[in-house]
């Protein structure tokens, strides 16, 4: 019975096979280059993810900016006796024609 790993099978020529055709060199500069690339693409996500965070931020600030505004506006309508909150909903008014 075998446990599953493949046999080692070997070769009668593995002194006739040539070497790699690289040398430590040419190896070490291409993981330089990949490394290189690898972290351009790091920054540019980088700089893509400030981006998001910086426009979010923005965002909210809108968001908590507008709420103050209808607060603003609700309490000065008030103060004036506007009756805006008992008024019909212009999406239920229909127009003449119109049924």
Do not use: I
């Not at 280059?33 to 965002?59: D, I, M, P, T, W």
């Not at 505004?69 to 609700?74: N, Q, R, S």
């Amino acid at each position: 019975m075998t446990s599953g790993k493949p046999l080692k099978q070997h070769s009668a020529n593995s002194a006739s096979e040539k070497p790699s055709d690289l040398t430590p060199v040419d190896t070490n500069e291409a993981y330089r280059r990949g490394v290189k690339l690898l972290h351009e693409k790091c920054k540019a996500l980088q700089r893509s993810n400030e981006r998001l965070v910086f426009r979010l931020h923005k965002v909210q600030r809108m968001t908590r900016s507008r709420a103050r505004d209808v607060e603003f506006l609700k309490a000065k309508l008030d103060s004036l006796g506007d009756g805006w909150r008992t008024a019909p909903d212009p999406m239920d008014v229909k127009e003449e024609g119109e049924e």
